[in-house]
């Protein structure tokens, strides 16, 4: 099994950080908001978006899928009571020349090998597709 370790704290009432290993990331836990700073449900959002652009770095080489670049737009829907996320709609776009059924194998392999993904479609409904850049 593999463990990870992320600490966070309150810096003051407009802001958080969390880090692990070298890296810090500032968090908007202002109740007033802010734009220089992902909230919780942005974090979630680009945690997801992060396992699906690890996961074509991991599968891209093993099903030899030429990727000149990959881009994901993520929509999360949120309820108010009690508050969660009920869906997330996201769409994958990918700069290659391969089929339209290598596409698809890409697509598979994202959401059947992804740790995030996986979480995450066992909690709420998730959906996406994959398209080939215009």
């Known amino acids: 099994m593999l463990e990870y370790h992320v ?9 958080s950080e ?16 802010r734009d220089d700073a992902f909230n919780p449900a ?7 978006a992060a ?19 990959m881009n ?8 108010d009571s009690p508050p969660m996320m009920v869906r997330i709609d996201y769409e994958i776009v990918v700069d290659t020349d391969e089929t339209d059924q290598r596409l698809e194998l890409l697509h598979r392999n994202l959401r059947k090998y992804g740790t995030i993904s ?5 909690a ?7 398209r080939r850049k215009d």
């Open 7 to 15: 600490t966070a704290r309150r810096i003051d009432s407009h802001g």
């Open 42 to 48: 942005e974090m979630l959002l680009a945690s997801l």
């Open 72 to 79: 994901i737009t993520l929509h999360g829907i949120r309820q």
């Open 18 to 33: 969390a880090r692990t290993k070298e890296a810090r990331i500032v968090l908007d836990t202002d109740m007033a908001g």
């Open 51 to 69: 396992c699906m652009l690890k996961g074509a770095e991991r599968v891209v080489p093993m099903l030899d899928f030429k990727l000149r670049d």
């Open 124 to 130: 709420m409904e998730l959906v996406g597709s994959i």
């Open 118 to 122: 996986n979480t995450l479609a066992e």
